[in-house]
């Protein structure tokens, strides 16, 4: 097929339905390979393995912004403000810690997330479990590495998911549409919501 010169759609009409081809834009977005051969996935992951070093200072550095949120919400309460900045270093940390070798600190990052989400008056959400949820991310942390470590994260990881899962239950029984919607099974494996 050859390619086309203009930006217009093409239209095929035939007796009982029309065919509309867009305009293949994406060639132009599309860059060559290096003519040496190179993998530009080898040489993503050999970038990665250079800053791999850094990992364990970014992740303690999005745990004391974590931190800093909480203490916020501590001494300002709750409010549309602090709710939201409490909310994007959970999901940061949720987001980045897998790429930085801490995937069990993602969990408990998403737990919070579903937490602050979810719950519909915002007030109401627990000083004590926000503090259990932030605690906990910053010890997984801290005590990386321990040889023991496992069974404890895994503990401590389902019991706080089933706590919040009480309490959305409970804050959301009013709304069964709802509720449903937040339990639902994932879709992929793998995928975990918020």
């Keep these: 097929m050859a390619a086309r010169k203009d930006d217009t759609p093409s239209v095929a009409t035939y007796a009982d339905h029309e065919v509309i081809t867009p305009p293949h834009r994406l060639r132009m977005a599309v860059v060559p390979g290096a ?3 190179e993998d530009p996935i080898a040489r ?17 550095a999005e745990c004391e912004r974590l931190e800093a ?8 309460g709750f409010s549309d403000k602090t709710h939201d ?10 987001g980045e810690a897998a790429t930085f070798g801490y995937p069990t600190v993602g969990a408990v990052a998403e737990s919070l997330c579903r937490l602050l989400e979810h719950t519909p008056d915002i007030t109401r959400i627990p000083m004590a479990l926000v503090d259990q949820h932030v605690d906990a991310a910053r010890a997984i942390v801290r005590e990386t590495g321990q040889a023991d470590l496992g069974a404890v994260v895994a503990a401590l990881t389902r019991r706080l998911r089933e706590v919040t899962d009480e309490f959305l239950r409970d804050e959301n029984s009013e709304r069964p549409d709802y509720l449903e919607s937040i339990f639902a099974p994932a879709l992929a494996a793998g995928s975990g919501g918020v």
């Design 35 to 37: 003519a040496d051969g």
């Design 44 to 60: 993503a992951e050999a970038a990665l393995a250079e800053l791999a070093t850094e990992f364990p200072n970014w992740m303690e």
């Design 69 to 76: 949120a909480r203490k916020q919400v501590r001494r300002d």
């Design 85 to 94: 900045s409490l909310f994007r270093a959970a999901h940061d940390i949720k």
